[in-house]
């Protein structure tokens, strides 16, 4: 009945009543709100009904309607009605309807003025756009009997239906962003577990849906939890400073961080170094450097070298702190001396946090020399500039020093010697040994020698023995008190030289170029011994250094021996002999002639092939030999007619002093002939060959390429720009690679180019020839060419690859008597001379090293 009279006064509605609606703002996600609807009235009325549409936001935000609360304090109209039929709480809109009135005349009417209804109650949806839900006035369709229904009122006097203005009510709805609180730095040590629980808050959580996400940024093996529980083992390699940033994620998205720091300390090794120690000179320092370590690690303990005093550089093993350093007999390797070894845990350093991780020990090492030497003749520097292994001339007398070490004798005062020497009597015979400069200066008054066949070796004498004796005093009275007992320091300066001992050199010219030893014999415990000044001990061998630089010392040798005095020299009556001398053989190069030869520089002033040569070498056919005799200072030059006369062979037939090198001579200074050697400098280019493919490897321009292949073979064609011409002679393929235009090309050459490159020729663009090197795809050591060979041979070897390599020389004995090593900085072969000018004649072999790959060969060595 109401709702039909409602309709029915639609006619005559005017407007001055006014609904309100309640704005809020800012309301969290899912909670549960209400507003209030107020109804301002000019009149007093008999009924008021409301009509809402809920619009939802921009973003899809939206509320769910659950009722509407009246007013209790609202005492008329109290026959009510809500009607949230369409109301589904699903966007984009829903209505509510709220009707108010009273059914008896004398019921109270709503008296004029404001008024609240009551309140609209919702859920807020979780949608997380924040934009604003609108409560508007609205037209709700009533269904049966079908009518439609605003927001109005009924004046109470006259029962005149009259229409309201609705003021809109606006509720915000926003996102709440989460919260983090600060986190404290932290120290710990590594291996340590750090652990710790966020704490994180969100205004929507208590609205039921709200959900946190925790990341974490750190190291990789850090963790966090669905709650926030951070746990992290660490290990070494997180030692410093490591920065840490946790992150609170809410269900929309938005985020709250924090940040700090974890310093992982690390606690540093500490290095213990071997106490101080002594060693003789040429004695290799083997000593070890320990260390502790609290915490284990994290890594090593690592040893390395930080500084040393002396010369040359001790190795210091980084994994078990050995330390070894090899003296060499040199005067700067005699004294005391620090080293110092530094050892880490190999942590990651940061100040303050772990500002160390490693330790420094050093410790002295005293080096103490006792050599003698005998001389090297014709290997040593003489009249002003390197003999360069020119040797003795057969025929001429030659002497020998017999040395000690320069300088190094002051803690070793000598009393006296005796040593025994071994050499070949068919190559030097001996003459006579005069005492040594040292001697002289300290006035020593005992010095003898004694030569020939000691008798007491038996069948193991050699043909030559020599024995000299010296005493610093034999008791001649106080007037002839020797002055000193060591060779330095002065002033006045005294001198190393213990004795010189003349030889006789041999004519046998089949001896030319050979290198005769002399060496310490030992026939027993009292040969090669050196007394202290006063006779109280006895300082014996230690080690025995061969011609070729080798420790030939035995202490299980029996004599006689080169070896060394054997370890039963080390006992006697009156106590134990010092080990602590080293006696370093020598002897006599004979000269090879060739060695001598600067042909075509027949008066020797450094100029080869000029008039004055030829006018000299005409003088010779007429006066002899005295026209090379040219008064030169035979301290600076020895050898000057035996130069000249080597000089003389112009024409390289092999022969001196022969008229046509006099012919050739003439021709090359007037210009007709080139002298000999003439050198040629060629340009080089590198090439592989490799299953069928020929390639250029440098970036030269090839201008042609020629190329002779084993068997029938079909090439094709790699180069860019070029043409290829190509023929089975019915033994091998030519091939020939050009280009009519004048093109160049780099790189690829041929590819299906199987079988062995006989002959490769290529010329640059330019028309320059070039000398074609192939660099192999394997290793591979060749034959020495020649072979046999003297005094010089050529060794090859191909290289595949870029590293280190070892060639060892070894005698038929199997000791070492050279070694070549070096780094190849690319592929190629490598080729090195061997100078032999020092060795005997015999068989030798020579052992590559390279990488991983090794082969040995044999060679010959013929004088």
């Known amino acids: 009945m109401l709702i039909s009279l409602l309709v029915a006064a639609m006619a005559s509605l005017s407007f001055g009543q006014t609904v309100t609606v309640e704005s809020k703002g800012d309301l969290p996600r899912c909670v549960s709100q209400s507003v209030n609807v107020d109804v301002d009235l000019p009149e007093s009325v008999s009924a008021v009904e409301v009509v809402l549409e809920i619009t939802e936001g921009a973003n899809g935000e939206f509320i769910t309607i659950t009722g509407f609360d009246w007013n209790v304090a609202l005492g008329e109209l109290d026959d009510r009605v809500v009607d949230l039929s369409q109301a589904d709480g699903v966007g984009p809109s829903d209505m509510i309807r709220m009707l108010a009135m009273r059914l008896q005349p004398t019921d109270e009417c709503l008296p004029a003025g404001m008024h609240n209804l009551g309140a609209i109650t919702f859920t807020v949806n979780y949608n997380c756009g924040g934009d604003t839900v609108r409560f508007d006035n609205a037209v709700f369709a009533y269904p049966n009997p079908t009518c439609m229904i605003t927001t109005q009122v009924i004046d109470c006097a006259t029962g005149d239906l009259m229409a309201a203005a609705v003021t809109p009510g606006k509720v915000h709805i926003k996102n709440f962003d989460p919260t983090v609180e600060a986190i404290d730095d932290a120290t710990i040590h590594w291996g340590d577990l750090f652990t710790y629980q966020v704490v994180a808050d969100d205004q929507d959580l208590p609205n039921g849906c709200e959900a946190l996400r925790y990341s974490v940024t750190g190291p990789d093996d850090m963790t ?15 030692v410093c400073e490591q920065p840490i940033q946790v992150t609170v994620t809410d269900t929309c998205g938005a985020t709250a961080s924090t940040s700090f720091t974890i310093c992982v300390q690390n606690t540093p090794p500490v290095a213990i170094c071997p106490n101080d120690t002594t060693i003789g000179w ?3 320092l083997v000593t070890t450097v320990t260390a502790t370590d609290d915490d284990s690690g994290p890594y090593g303990p690592y040893y390395s070298l930080v500084s040393f005093t002396g010369p040359g550089t001790p190795t210091v093993n980084a994994i078990t702190g050995e330390v070894t350093w090899v003296t060499e007999y040199d005067s700067l390797y005699t004294g005391q001396f620090e080293i110092c070894v530094a050892v880490t845990d190999s942590a990651e350093t940061c100040d303050p946090c772990s500002p160390e991780n490693a330790d420094t020990c050093c410790f002295w090492v005293e080096v103490v020399p ?13 009249g002003g500039e390197p003999a360069g292994g020119v040797g003795v001339f057969q025929g001429q007398e030659t002497s020998v020093d017999v040395n000690m070490l320069n300088s190094n004798y002051v803690n070793y005062p000598m009393g006296g ?8 009597a068919a190559a030097l015979s001996f003459m006579y040994a005069d005492e040594g400069q040292f001697i002289m200066d300290c006035g020593w008054e005992y010095f003898t020698y004694r030569y020939g066949p000691d008798g007491n070796c038996g069948m193991g004498c050699p043909t030559g023995l020599l024995r000299i004796v010296a005493i610093a005093e034999t008791n001649n009275g106080p007037g002839n008190n020797p002055l000193c007992y060591t060779n330095g320091p002065g002033p006045p ?8 001992l003349h030889f006789l050199v041999s004519n046998d010219r089949t001896l030319e170029c050979q290198f005769v030893p002399i060496r310490f014999f030992w026939v027993e415990c009292t040969d090669n011994v050196i007394s202290s000044q006063y006779g109280d001990t006895l300082f014996i061998s230690q080690f025995v250094i061969d011609v070729y630089s080798d420790t030939i010392s035995d202490l299980n040798a029996e ?8 370890d039963d ?14 006696f370093v053989n020598g002897g006599v190069q004979i000269a090879c002639a060739e060695e001598i030869d600067r042909r075509g520089d027949v008066n020797l002033n450094g100029t080869a092939y000029e008039v004055a040569d030829a006018v000299m070498y005409t003088n010779y056919f007429i006066k002899g030999l005295d026209a090379f005799d040219l008064g030169l200072d035979p301290l600076v030059y020895p050898d000057q007619i035996e130069a000249s006369i080597a000089a003389s062979d112009c024409n390289a037939d092999g022969i001196p002093l022969s008229v046509a090198d006099l012919v050739y001579l003439i021709r090359v200074v007037v210009g007709d002939a080139q002298a000999y050697p003439k050198e040629v400098i060629a340009a080089k280019v590198n090439y592989t060959h490799d299953a069928g493919a020929v390639k250029v490897l440098d970036d030269t321009e090839i201008g042609a390429a020629y ?17 290829m011409m190509y023929r089975f002679d019915g033994t091998n393929t030519r091939v020939i690679v050009f280009s009519i235009e004048g093109e160049g090309f780099t790189g690829d050459i041929l590819s299906g180019a199987d079988g062995d490159i006989l002959t490769i020729e290529m010329a640059t663009i330019n028309g320059l020839p070039l000398a074609a090197t192939n660099v192999p795809a394997h290793y591979n050591l060749s034959q020495n060419y020649p072979n046999p060979f003297n005094p010089t041979t050529t060794i090859e070897f191909a290289m595949p690859a870029a590293g280190k390599y070892c060639l060892t020389i070894y005698n038929i004995q199997g000791q070492v008597v050279d070694v070549i090593s070096g780094v190849a900085d690319a592929p190629g072969v490598i080729s090195t001379e061997w100078d032999a000018s020092v060795f005997a004649s015999g068989v030798y072999l020579y052992r590559l090293e390279a990488n991983e790959f090794t082969s040995v060969k044999k060679m010959v060595l013929l004088k």
């Open 224 to 238: 966090i939890g669905p709650s926030g529980y951070i746990s992290w083992l660490s290990d070494g390699d997180d």
């Open 282 to 284: 040429g004695d290799d």
């Open 370 to 382: 006792f050599q003698i030497t005998i001389e090297k003749r014709g290997l040593e520097y003489g």
């Open 417 to 424: 010697f005796n040593f025994l020497f071994a050499y070949d």
């Open 493 to 500: 300066p005294v001198s190393d030289q213990l004795a010189v």
């Open 559 to 566: 004599m006689p021996t080169y070896q060394g005095a054997p």
């Open 569 to 582: 020299c080390d006992v006697s009556d009156k106590g134990w002999p010092v080990r602590l001398v080293h």
């Open 707 to 723: 190329l002779v292949l084993t068997g029938n073979v079909t090439p094709e064609l790699a180069a860019d720009n070029m043409e």
